[in-house]
Nanobody, 122 residues
Framework: VQLQASGGGLVQAGGSLRLSCAAS????????MAWFRQAPGKEREFLAA????????FYADSVKGRFSISRENAGNRLYLQMNSLKPEDTAVYYC????????????????WGQGTLVTVSS
């Protein structure tokens, strides 16, 4: 699967953004999907994941209650709705895919899109 993330930009603290990830191919529903981010000088952080069917989701504590992951298998799309954004959410955001059974197994995400930059101003 090939992935391409979009939707990043500049937003004020407290604002919202929705990221999108377009996937190629006809087997998108076979992939667990996730969002990661990487801030300058920091390690890549696992944010949220969703099963191929969309039934199961997982969130990191840092974004639980503020971010929401969803997918539209008919259109090969993954989304990340980000609300109540904070300056510390500033990072490059990546979508990723996995064919393993566990959506929270961050090491299993082997298919990556290019990142999209989110900048949150204070």
């Amino acid at each position: 699967v090939q992935l391409q993330a979009s939707g990043g930009g500049l937003v004020q603290a407290g604002g919202s953004l929705r990221l999108s990830c377009a996937a190629s191919g006809r087997t998108f529903s076979r992939y667990n999907m996730a969002w990661f981010r990487q801030a300058p000088g920091k390690e890549r952080e696992f944010l949220a994941a969703i099963s191929g069917s969309g039934i199961s989701t997982f969130y990191a504590d840092s974004v639980k209650g503020r971010f929401s992951i969803s997918r539209e298998n008919a259109g090969n799309r993954l989304y990340l709705q980000m609300n109540s954004l904070k300056p510390e959410d500033t990072a490059v955001y990546y979508c990723a895919g996995s064919v393993s059974g566990a959506i929270y197994a961050r090491g299993d995400y082997r298919y990556w899109g290019q990142g999209t930059l989110v900048t949150v101003s204070s």
